[in-house]
């Protein structure tokens, strides 16, 4: 393997190339007092490790690692410093591990056990490109590849996935530092709040390392871009492809039926994140009103089996839709089911009492002439 050293003090570096020097066989690869990413990427991409001094007078550790990490997504970065308690508070989560001056042989050879430990595990873990990845949002996030088993995304901090998921819902967007801070650590000062962010997007790149081939996440200017490759989000596929669809028929109804399967739920329903609200209800309002159309296909078409299937999905998904309740009651009438209707409209009933609302009076005044045409009324 082949390490860099980072460190303003050139003697700090020496000593530490003796040090790894006597317990592994790590090359060092170069030693640097100060470091510029861009002009050096090559360099990063051809190394595994980088040990980083965290207190450099003009460099921002942190910032420079998740720099390092844009390029080479796969590096261990093991922080080095002279302030235990700081490091301990601040960036112990920030890397793979973090090290004291002066570097100690035992204390490093856990070090270098631990990369030898991950390194392991990740070249036993990335994902061909080749493979599709379908990333699920509705309901939850998960990860899928095309006729696999579910994949549950482990976070190491609610911050972090949060991050990832408002990355991901902005795609190929730049989303600046400044609104990530106030989306996510409004209440806290900035400083703190950056240094937040940098930790996030550190656990974030790691996080997705096993999915290196189909994720990155570019630094730009004061800010991010999250790029996917040969990777479909389910509910991004599902409102183009039915925006897309051509009118429904008998000929297109199968290829509705297909693309609803997509829609599982909700965008994110397992998540209370003020910021995907309003997109939230705009694709309930659209899955809804392709719901309707199948539903009213059906009927019109005879199929009630097929048509009750739909208004009954609508009613599940949102109680308060008024008539779908009624298509059902319409249609239970026709089959002659008066227990079924009268159900359904205690249903409805019910669904709006909970939002201190009447029925509609239409619907009341069908359901009443009904039921007053029913045998024994």
Known sequence: MKAILIDDEPLALDFLERQIKKISNIMVAGKFTTFNSSKESILIKEVDIVFLDIEMPESNGLELAEQLLEINPNLFIIFVTAFKDYAVNAFELCALDYILKPVQLERLQLTVDKIKRSSNNQMNTILPVSLTLQINVCRELTFQFTKDKIQIVHWRTTKAQELFLYLLHNSGKTIHNSTLIEILWHDIDHDKALSKLYNAIYHVR????????????????????????????????????????????????????????????????????????????????????????????????????????????????????????????????????????????????????????????????????????????
């Open 206 to 377: 790691k996080t997705l390392s096993k999915y290196s081939n189909h994720f990155s996440i570019k630094n730009v200017p004061e800010g991010y871009i999250l790029l996917t490759k040969n990777a479909f989000i389910d509910i991004v596929e599902w409102e183009t492809r039915i925006v897309a669809a051509p009118p429904l028929s008998m000929e297109t109804v199968d290829d509705y039926e297909a693309i609803m399967d997509l829609y599982t739920g909700p965008l994110l329903q397992q998540y209370d994140y003020w910021w995907v609200e309003n997109e939230r209800h705009r694709l309930e309002l659209l899955w809804t009103s392709v719901a309707y159309q199948l539903g009213n296909f059906y009927f019109e078409h005879g199929e009630l089996k097929k048509s009750r299937m739909w208004f009954i999905k609508i009613c599940t998904a949102r109680p308060e839709e008024e008539n779908a309740h009624f298509s059902l009651m319409k249609l239970f009438a026709i089959l002659g089911d008066v227990k079924l209707v009268e159900h359904q409209y205690t249903q409805l009933k019910n669904a709006l009492k909970e939002l201190d609302i009447q029925v509609s009076s239409n619907i009341k005044e069908w359901y009443d002439h009904w039921i007053q045409n029913q045998p024994g009324n």
